[in-house]
């Protein structure tokens, strides 16, 4: 499969992009360096390539064991640790068991609520957390965990917890190998919002009924389609330079829009990688993600006539799951018998089109990505290209896409002020 991608060519000229060509050839080249990978977290970028078929064996083996034994499954973490499983488990999951988020939020309202749903279910939870230190998640982990020991004792309780983590290190370490839980690993050389293609997400997509094999395949293809240094041919390259353009012209907000309700997850995801990738030291596009149409009838007013400082990105998908004609009445009160021959899909299109000519129009750059369809491979390929993309532009940017020093201060401040 491939991304095709097409942007605003009367704002955007080609000589500008071609200007590019060398900067992005010593980066790539910079990428898939022996010694920048031994100096930063690029564990992820050859995952694809090199990644273990017999973990994948053990996931599969123990999702399915928990998908037998469990009517509900919670899946416990926070940022990289969960919005990646969020999103594949929103766009791709099509059977029981149900799926929870917890540890994502400090809200006592949504964890009762999951308590509640789950107090007469058979359940069992993952947690996952690479420091194994995440307030949200730890606490969280502590109710479930706590719910399944009194319900199904000590033993059988271990037999439905499982834990991903860093290899080594952390409180969840700890606890998982004192208490003998099953675990599984969060490479040590990928960092949290680069981990979708490890356990951190493959486990719940698993129990999600997602096939996974078919996920990596997709991240595999990707990688062999953006492992080309030159950037005319490299869509994924071609978009961390359009996003550079556009930011050194002034557009320092982007939008990630979705025509897919059950896109919203990625959008967040997505919005997680670039945002604490680039933003530092005073630089970086502000990631946004927007829902269309529904949020056309709300945003379209800023996007049309508001602050010129956004662009789009649109993901288009090109075939959907699903599709429904437009009912027809004889009476036809609201007089929409003329879309007779059309369906839903048809609609979304048209609004697809005609949002994109009038925000061009208004001077909001369009980028627009379109994929053939939902399912596991084009889930695989996108959060590749997005990963990969996602470092270009740090390396453009001259920060560094792997650290995230500005959500430790935050951290810092909420343990002193819980007085540990
Ligand atoms: O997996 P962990 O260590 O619990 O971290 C979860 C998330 O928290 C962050 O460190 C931010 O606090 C993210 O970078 C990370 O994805």
Not at 85 to 94: G, I
Request: hydrophobic share 35%; glycine share 8%.
């Amino acid at each position: 499969m491939k991304i095709d991608l097409n942007f605003s060519k009367d704002i955007i000229k080609e000589e500008e992009l071609d200007s590019y060509e060398g900067d992005i050839f010593s980066i790539h080249n910079c990428l898939h360096s022996k010694d920048e990978y031994e100096r930063m977290p690029l564990g992820w970028i050859d995952l694809p390539e090199r990644y273990d078929g017999k973990e994948i064996e053990n996931i599969k083996k123990t999702a399915y064991r928990l998908r037998s034994n469990s009517q509900a499954f919670i899946s416990i973490g926070i940022g990289g640790s969960y919005l990646g499983s969020r999103a594949a488990v929103e766009m791709m999951q099509s059977d029981s068991p149900e799926i929870y988020f917890s540890g994502n939020n400090f809200s006592g309202t949504y964890i009762q609520q999951i308590v509640n749903k789950v107090k007469d279910k058979d359940f069992s939870i993952c947690v996952i957390s690479k420091s194994g230190t995440t307030l949200e998640t730890a606490i969280a982990f502590r109710v479930f965990r706590d719910m399944l020991e009194k319900r199904y004792g000590k033993a059988e309780a271990k037999d439905r917890i499982i834990a991903i983590t860093d290899k080594n290190k952390g409180a969840l370490r700890e606890i998982a190998n004192k208490e003998g839980y099953e675990t599984f690993e969060i490479p040590s050389n990928i960092g949290g919002r680069y981990s979708v293609l490890t356990p951190a997400a493959l486990l719940t997509m698993a129990v999600a009924g997602i096939n996974i094999e078919e996920v990596m395949k997709g991240a595999r293809d990707a990688y062999s389609s953006y492992n080309d240094p030159k950037l005319q041919s490299n869509n994924c390259y071609r978009y961390s330079v359009l996003r550079n353009i556009l930011y050194k012209k002034g557009k320092h907000i982007e939008t990630l829009i979705n025509y897919e309700p059950s896109m919203e997850y990625f959008g967040k995801w997505w919005q997680q990688l670039f945002g604490e990738s680039e933003g530092k030291e005073g630089k970086g596009i502000f990631p946004a993600v927007l829902q269309f149409s529904t949020d056309l009838h709300s945003m379209g007013q800023y996007l049309q006539e508001g602050s010129k400082n956004v662009f789009e990105t649109i993901i288009k998908v090109k075939n959907p799951p699903e599709d429904m004609n437009i009912p027809c009445f004889d009476d036809d009160i609201e007089r929409l018998n003329y879309l007779k021959d059309m369906t839903f899909n048809d609609i979304s299109n048209i609004a697809y089109k005609g949002a994109m000519k009038a925000h061009e129009e208004g001077g909001t750059p369009v980028i627009s990505l379109e994929i053939p369809a939902i399912e596991e491979q084009c889930f695989g390929h996108m959060v590749y290209f997005m990963e990969k993309a996602c470092a270009v532009s740090g390396y453009l940017l001259g920060v560094n896409p792997f650290d995230q020093p500005g959500v430790e201060l935050y951290k810092k401040n909420m343990h002193k002020l819980l007085d540990r």
